[in-house]
T-cell receptor, first 114, second 111 residues
Framework: KAGVTQTPRYLIKTRGQQVTLSCSPI?????VSWYQQTPGQGLQFLFE???????NKGNFPGRFSGRQFSNSRSEMNVSTLELGDSALYLC?????????????FGEGSWLTVV | DAKTTQPPSMDCAEGRAANLPCNHS???????VYWYRQIHSQGPQYIIH???NNETNEMASLIITEDRKSSTLILPHATLRDTAVYYC????????????FGQGTTLQVKP
């Protein structure tokens, strides 16, 4: 079956713009999490959604937001982009998000802010 | 902060078993041990996870000590394609979708 799909794979934005990234989880998975990966900070958790509700949130400013749709697909948005937002953004999905679930990652979206 | 401690780097000869250790001395009873690996510029790849029994799949084996304070990931016959950063993560339901990644172990498989 298809894995976690993220679009777009690569994008370049200008400071001050906003960006929306999309994630399609594995069929049947209702939990979707987002992560940011940078060389300096490593992999950091942004937020998690389950059945259209945000259940958990990392320590990121309010410029980072997300949502989940009724079909479990998720989007994340970053407004007023800063140079430091350049990163690999990863989406992960699992059936329930509970311990013991297998959690799969997508290939990520590479965002460059210039 | 990550609840695991891993050596920053390890080498392994191609064709030999790679044994990657992980310490998780503060693990709680309902927390699982997960292993992922990440090859440069790709998303983390799920390898295996377990609670207290040893686990094996087509990729690797996971050995968890009886006191659950440490574990070892075993790649039985390492190939050059196994060169990657390996992450050991402790995950419980209270984390609610949040995997906490440490610095991981960079495994270099050499010919």
């Amino acid at each position: 079956k298809a894995g976690v799909t993220q679009t777009p794979r690569y994008l370049i934005k200008t400071r001050g713009q906003q960006v929306t990234l999309s994630c399609s989880p594995i069929s049947g998975h209702r939990s979707v999490s987002w992560y940011q990966q940078t060389p300096g900070q490593g992999l950091q958790f942004l937020f998690e959604y389950f059945s259209e509700t945000q259940r958990n949130k990392g320590n990121f400013p309010g410029r980072f937001s997300g949502r989940q749709f009724s079909n479990s697909r998720s989007e994340m948005n970053v407004s007023t982009l800063e140079l430091g937002d350049s990163a690999l953004y990863l989406c992960a999905s699992s059936q329930e998000g509970t311990s013991g679930n297998t959690i799969y990652f997508g290939e990520g979206s590479w965002l460059t802010v210039v | 902060d990550a609840k695991t401690t891993q050596p920053p780097s390890m080498d392994c000869a191609e064709g030999r078993a790679a044994n990657l250790p992980c310490n998780h001395s503060t693990i709680s009873g309902n927390e699982y041990v997960y292993w992922y690996r990440q090859i440069h510029s790709q998303g983390p790849q799920y390898i295996i996870h377990g609670l207290k029994n040893n686990e094996t799949n087509e990729m690797a084996s996971l050995i968890i000590t009886e006191d659950r304070k440490s574990s070892t990931l075993i790649l039985p016959h390492a190939t050059l394609r196994d060169t990657a950063v390996y992450y050991c993560i402790v995950y419980g339901s209270s984390n609610t979708g949040k995997l906490i990644f440490g610095q991981g172990t960079t495994l270099q498989v050499k010919p």
